[in-house]
């Protein structure tokens, strides 16, 4: 079973608000799971972003104050302090993590937090 996120408008009950769809260039880390269409697949980053963020997808819903906690720690946590999380995290976030990889999940986080935008999760 997936863990697939939406990004869509604040405060705007689940399900109900087609994602917001972002343009990146250069584009999100294309041979990854996260695209720019509104939408990433959670699943690979949840022991990641739980690590490094302390907040967990497994929720229907994240507010954008708390988008903008997460991108806020994300962008305070270097490339390289990630191995350590990765190191204790279950192998679906394991070592395959490139760096360019984490540089546009930061980059993501960001853009989706100054944009107002919430976290929906279906799972």
Not at 82 to 101: I, M, Y
């Amino acid at each position: 079973m997936g863990l697939d996120t939406y990004w869509t408008p604040n405060g705007s009950p689940p399900g109900t608000e087609d994602p917001i769809v972002l343009e990146f260039d250069p584009p999100l880390f294309p041979d990854a799971y996260v695209f720019d269409d509104g939408w990433f697949r959670a699943q690979e980053y949840v022991d990641l972003l739980f690590a490094v963020t302390e907040t967990s997808l497994y929720v229907p819903t994240i507010p954008n104050n708390q988008i903008r906690e997460m991108a806020a720690e994300l962008d305070g946590t270097p490339y390289e302090e990630t191995a350590r999380h990765r190191a204790f995290a279950p192998t679906n976030s394991g070592p395959t993590l490139t760096r360019r990889e984490y540089e546009d999940l930061r980059r993501m986080f960001r853009a989706y937090a100054d944009a107002g935008a919430q976290l929906e999760t279906s799972f």
